[in-house]
Structure formats: C-alpha cells, structure tokens
Nanobody, 115 residues
C-alpha cells in the first residue's frame, strides 16, 4: 500500500512558478510509476507528467517545456516544478502512484494562476 501527500499548491500570477511535492509512504524505488495529474472544474482529470521507475519521463503536450518532474530517493518524494504558469494551469493537482498494478492517489493540492 502507498499513501501520498501533496503540498506546494498556491495562488500565483501569470508567468510565476511553483514546485509541487508528493511524499510517499514507502520507498519510491519500489514504485513502478509516479505521475502528476490535474483536474480543473468541469473537466476530466488529465495526465501532466510521468516518471517511470527506470527514470524515463513523459509530459502532456500542453506542458510545452514549462514543467519538470523529478524524484528524491532519500526523501521518497516526487516533485513537479512548474514555470511560466498560465491561467489555464489552474486546477487541483494530484499525485499518482502505480504499485503492484494498483493505483494510489493523494488528496490533491490547489494551484490557482491569476491573470
């Protein structure tokens, strides 16, 4: 089982930056895949960025080089560095982990980008 706790969401202006953190309750070296998703009001949850256990990363097209997903094994944490934020990035951001073929989710952290 994996518990995930996100933090770092905030209100920022257009063009600003935020770093989201996701703390896992077990060693992330054992987790097959970790990812960030987001969900804006009235929209479906969508994938933002993925990091596989082997280190390969993948990003949604809308990221356009603005976000970076990274890991810290010592802290069992995954991060999402978000730069050049736009109002359309406003959403609740969720951390996701796939461990033993089971999906785990955090509670989400709110990111609001003002224009």
């Amino acid at each position: 089982q994996v518990q995930l706790v996100e933090s770092g969401g905030d209100l920022v202006q257009t063009g600003g930056s935020l770093r989201l953190s996701c703390a896992a309750s077990r060693s992330i070296k054992t987790i097959d895949r970790m990812a960030w998703y987001r969900q804006a009001p009235g929209n479906e949850r969508e994938l933002v960025a993925v990091v596989m256990r082997g280190g390969r990363t993948n990003y949604a097209d809308f990221v356009q080089g603005r976000f970076t997903i990274s890991r810290d094994y010592a802290k069992n944490a995954v991060y999402l560095q978000m730069n050049s934020l736009k109002p359309e990035d406003t959403a609740v951001y969720y951390c996701n982990a796939i461990y033993n073929a089971i999906d785990y989710w955090g509670q989400g952290t709110q990111v609001t980008v003002s224009s």
